[in-house]
């Protein structure tokens, strides 16, 4: 009896060893787990201790068997970044991985096939790349695999066959491609297939009508052509049933309604499909979504009278309908759908008349969309009741009668289009009442009377069009202070008269004018010159007089002018030459002189000046007489020049000869040349940047700053733009700003960093010191001119303001990170030192104050030190220079977080309301999360609104969705990079990878 006692304390002994080692081997893994995580804004990895025991920490749970193994480890919608650690491999009892919503980048580690007894995968939402690891399939457990929404390659691994228990398996949204292997068939237990939004091709095979436990299966967004088998159209049990957006061709059975009595998600949009829409479906009572838009679908549609549950109806264009008076039967049984929330059946063949029967809707139907169809009638009465409409759009139709007053009870209404009717009488003034809309078509009506004035009440509109109409009176001064007018004002082909009022120039944004073919009168206001923003201005067949004003040459953007028809004189003013013109029409007016010969006048094809018989000179092309006093100026232009070049023979060696004779006597302590390592760059000298920049004219002035001014400039030898920075060396500091500026350029190359030609160190004309850096022109200007625009207005979106943000982050990482040994911090980023070109991309500049975090390149005392990171400017600065410490990378991270704070508030951090304590940040952070929008510049979600269509509408409710979650990310990394304390503060590595998600995340919901 003792000896059995005695055996069993052994074996007790023995096991309690054995669990304190594999439990040691657990806390291992986990903690290398915690070692790749590089971001944790949230701080649940804090937890992660010796503190507490492993099965403590946050997202860790273990079982009560087998001396508390880990089974599960959930950090779902953490915002951790980072990679998934291999060791994670040695949690042999590991039956629940939640990893999702999150931005974990790299490969999924393939030790993972070592964990067994795995039951889910979940990894969605992330940015994992790499191939699906093939031995996934060891893990002969697993019943949920959840990888859609990252960046993963390859093919749909054909092991996976042996997860013979899988569920779920939803790969889709990452960049696989190949076939759908055959090894799927064996997943007989298989629920959910989503391989949406891939690569795949093929055609979608018949085997998967053989698992009959299927009840999601999504496809759509991909290449698949073909037919599908009809054993798919028979699986009983499928809820969610999504082809869109392929290439598949067929017809739709007739039994549709009947096999699949628990579909709730019907897509085939964007593919191929003929024929009618079977009449069964009039028993899919289970339907909420219904999506069967672009295809070549025909005949009538059958009764939705029992389908109560649908929300989204799209059958836009198709070929349904006959042109008849029954094609909107259909309609009658919507009113039981009091979920219906969008009802879209545009650019069809439907006919017959609009039902009263309408104003039954659901409440909730948010977006109505009839367009190019035959469908005629008035307007029904009781629109009004659907009081959640956002968008009408009735345009291309047969329409006819007035708009009912009622109209302007549709508060919510962003956009409405009634255009390409018969609608005739006055546009009703209680349209003013609309004060969300943001577009209105009424073009090509036959609409009479004034235009209302009450429509200036519209504050938020982006576009205009009341073209083609037979409007008469007076233009109403109200419509020119809609100063969110951007897309375009369009009141042509009317018979409006008067003048136009000055107040034509607070549309600063606008981009299109059309005034033609009016009665319009007087002569052209110079506050259109104001309106800086416009590319197309066309008022041409008016009756306009006098002169081109000369404010218009503010119009730098301007690519079209259309003024003919008219009774305009004068002189063709030059500085048309100077636009950005590639279409200009002067024709049929009363202009006199001689023709210019530079700008869009050197290609005859490009402008049209004919019926204006006074004028002369010009290129050969235009076939116009010579100028009268033509030779005589020239004759004297030949002696003029003789004699100034004479003088300036003589001067110019006088010059030089004093100049000999100064250098010899002069004695210099200091070089100020960059390097001779830029020997092969470009050599300019005073003279050849004088001549470039036309004495540094202020016309070609694009910038100043505490240390100097830059200038356009455009080089004789080669036409080449360039941007030149004068040192003001008369200003402390100027020339170790110019050193220092030299140091970088010297070592630092990125595309994100301002490329610079060359330097210049030599004297001017009055033998004074002169100093300049010769940089790469930047088309775009800088991004302050973008964010707070005064001569050129524009708008930036979010992603290209993510894009903007973005390379800005990496040119900071590369600066600390990878410019060579030695961390290099910029010391004044903000938005006029971020520069854009062509492309939009951006470049950081001005390198003036920058600090090498390296005594042997700089030696400043620890005052200068401090008093060199105290001269960055005001608001950008971290709080902890104005305490005397020295400059740092994380210094950079503070500026850099009030910069992405306000290139989405579109608020310096001085402006007048941060006061008593308040400031951007803090601002910002007040605002988070529920208040969100109400910080960010309106302009910018305007711009989102309009962009979308009203095809997918399920798709952009997402996207509204997703534009909130992005700017509370965004505003989230720029109160973390402008933390008071620096310790707080992010990794730039880290905001990089954070903001590219981010940017990836809101482009995906758009594609």
Request: proline share 4%; hydrophobic share 40%.
């Amino acid at each position: 009896m003792r000896i059995a006692v005695i055996i069993i304390h052994l074996l007790s002994f023995t096991m309690t060893r054995a669990g304190a080692a594999t439990n040691v081997t657990d806390r291992l893994a986990l903690l290398e787990f915690k070692a790749k995580i590089t971001n944790d804004p949230l701080g649940v990895m804090s937890s992660w201790n010796s503190s507490h025991h492993f099965c403590q920490w946050y997202g860790v749970a273990c079982g009560r068997r087998h001396h508390q193994r880990v089974t599960e480890l959930n950090l779902n919608t953490c915002k951790l970044s980072g990679s998934i650690s291999p060791h994670i491999g040695n949690l042999s009892f590991l039956r629940k991985l939640y990893l999702a919503n999150n931005s974990f980048s790299y490969e999924i580690p393939p030790q993972i096939g070592h964990l067994r007894r795995m039951q889910v995968i979940s990894l969605f939402n992330n940015l994992l790349s790499g191939e699906i690891p093939s031995n996934i399939s060891a893990c002969s457990n697993l019943d949920v695999v959840q990888l859609y929404g990252n960046k993963l390659i390859g093919k749909i691994p054909v092991e996976l066959s042996s997860l013979t228990s899988l569920k779920d398996l939803s790969l889709g949204g990452n960049n696989l491609v190949g076939t759908i292997p055959l090894s799927i068939a064996n997943l007989s237990y298989l629920e959910t297939l989503f391989l949406s939004r891939n690569n795949l091709h093929g055609s979608i095979p018949r085997f998967i009508g053989q698992l009959k436990n299927l009840r999601n299966l999504a496809l759509g967004g991909n290449l698949f052509s073909g037919t599908i088998h009809s054993s798919i159209f028979n699986l009983s049990s499928i809820q969610v049933l999504d082809v869109g957006g392929n290439d598949i061709h067929g017809t739709l059975p007739m039994s549709l309604g009947v096999s699949l009595p628990y579909l709730q998600f019907f897509s085939i949009s964007k593919n191929q499909f003929i024929g009618s829409l079977p009449s069964s479906l009039s028993n899919a009572s289970n339907i909420k979504v219904f999506q069967v838009s672009q295809n070549k679908l025909t005949g009538n549609l059958p009764s939705f009278e029992k389908l109560t549950k649908l929300s989204i109806l799209l059958l836009e264009i198709n070929h349904f309908g006959n042109g008849k008076d029954d094609d909107l039967k259909f309609l009658h049984g919507l009113a039981n759908a009091t979920a219906l929330r969008v009802l879209v059946f545009g650019v069809n063949k439907f006919g017959g008349k609009l039902s009263e029967k309408i104003a039954n809707f659901s409440q909730k139907l948010e977006i109505f969309t009839i367009d190019n169809n035959q469908i005629y009638g008035n307007i029904p009465t009781g629109i009004e009741f659907l009081v959640n409409l956002n968008l009408f759009d009735a345009s291309g139709n047969n329409l006819s009668g007035i708009i009912p007053s009622s109209t302007g009870k549709l508060s919510n209404l962003a956009i409405l289009s009634l255009s390409e009717n018969n609608f005739i009488g006055n546009i009703p003034s209680s349209l003013g009442n609309l004060t969300n809309l943001i577009r209105i078509y009424l073009h090509d009506n036959q609409f009479q009377g004034n235009i209302p004035p009450s429509l200036g009440n519209c504050k938020q509109l982006l576009l205009f069009d009341l073209s083609n109409n037979n409007l008469t009176g007076l233009l109403p001064p109200q419509i020119f202070e809609i100063s969110s007018l951007s897309l375009g004002l369009d009141l042509s082909t009317n018979r409006l008269h008067g003048s136009i009022p000055d107040e034509i120039g607070n549309l600063k944004q606008l981009g299109t004018l059309y005034l033609q073919h009016n009665l319009l009168s007087g002569n052209i206001p110079s506050n259109l010159g104001r309106c800086v923003s416009l590319e197309t201005l066309i008022m041409s067949r008016n009756l306009f007089q006098g002169l081109i004003p000369s404010s218009l040459s503010a119009l730098r953007g301007l690519q079209i002018l259309d003024l003919s028809y008219n009774n305009i004189s004068g002189r063709i003013p030059i500085f048309l030459t100077n636009l950005s013109l590639s279409k200009l029409d002067l024709s049929h007016n009363d202009f006199e002189g001689m023709v210019p010969v530079e700008g869009i006048f050197k290609n005859a094809s490009a402008i049209s000046i004919v019926r204006n018989n006074r004028l002369c000179g010009g290129i050969n092309d235009l076939g116009l007489p010579t100028c009268i006093s033509d030779k005589e100026s020239k004759r004297k232009q030949r002696r003029t020049v003789i004699l100034i070049v004479s003088a300036i023979m003589g001067i110019v060696a006088l010059v030089l000869a004093c100049l000999v004779l100064w250098f010899s006597r002069k004695r210099r302590k200091h070089s100020a040349s960059c390097d001779s390592e830029k020997a092969n760059l470009l050599r300019l000298s005073y003279q050849h940047l004088l001549k470039a920049t036309n004495d540094f004219s202020s016309d070609n002035l694009i910038g100043s700053g505490g240390f100097g001014s830059v200038y356009k400039g455009i080089l004789e030898q080669d036409g080449g733009v360039i941007a030149v920075k004068v040192l003001n060396l008369a200003r402390r500091g100027a020339s170790k700003s110019f050193l220092a500026e030299c140091e970088v350029l010297r070592n630092a190359r990125h595309r994100n960093l301002v490329k610079v030609l060359t330097a210049c160190s030599s004297v001017d004309y009055g033998g004074n010191d002169f100093k300049a850096l010769v940089y790469e022109f930047m088309d775009n200007g800088s991004l302050d001119d973008w964010l707070y625009p005064t001569h050129h207005p524009r708008n930036l979106n979010i992603v290209q303001r993510l894009n903007i943000a973005i390379d800005v982050a990496c040119a900071l990482e590369y600066l600390h990170c990878h410019s060579g040994t030695i961390p290099i911090v910029h010391c004044d980023l903000k938005p006029s030192n971020v520069l854009l070109d062509k492309e939009m991309t951006a470049h950081v500049s001005d390198f003036g104050l920058v600090k090498f975090l390296h005594k042997e390149m700089i030696r400043p005392t620890s005052n200068q030190s401090s008093s060199l990171a105290a001269i960055g400017t005001i608001g950008y600065c971290p709080p902890e220079y104005g305490l005397g410490n020295d400059a740092s990378t994380s210094g950079d991270i503070f500026s850099f977080g009030v910069l992405l704070l306000e290139m989405f508030t579109e608020k310096r951090p001085t402006h007048d309301i941060f006061k008593d304590g308040l400031s951007l940040h803090s601002f910002v952070k007040r605002a988070m999360p529920e208040e969100v929008i109400e910080i960010v510049n309106p302009t910018l979600l305007q711009m989102e609104e309009a962009t979308l269509s009203h095809f997918y509408y399920s798709k952009n409710i997402i996207r509204k969705d997703k534009l909130v979650e992005c700017l509370i990310s965004v505003f989230e990394i720029g109160i973390l990079c402008s933390s008071e304390s620096p310790q707080e503060r992010l990794n730039i590595g880290d905001v990089v990878i954070q903001l590219s998600s981010i940017r990836n995340k809101l482009q995906m919901t758009t594609g």
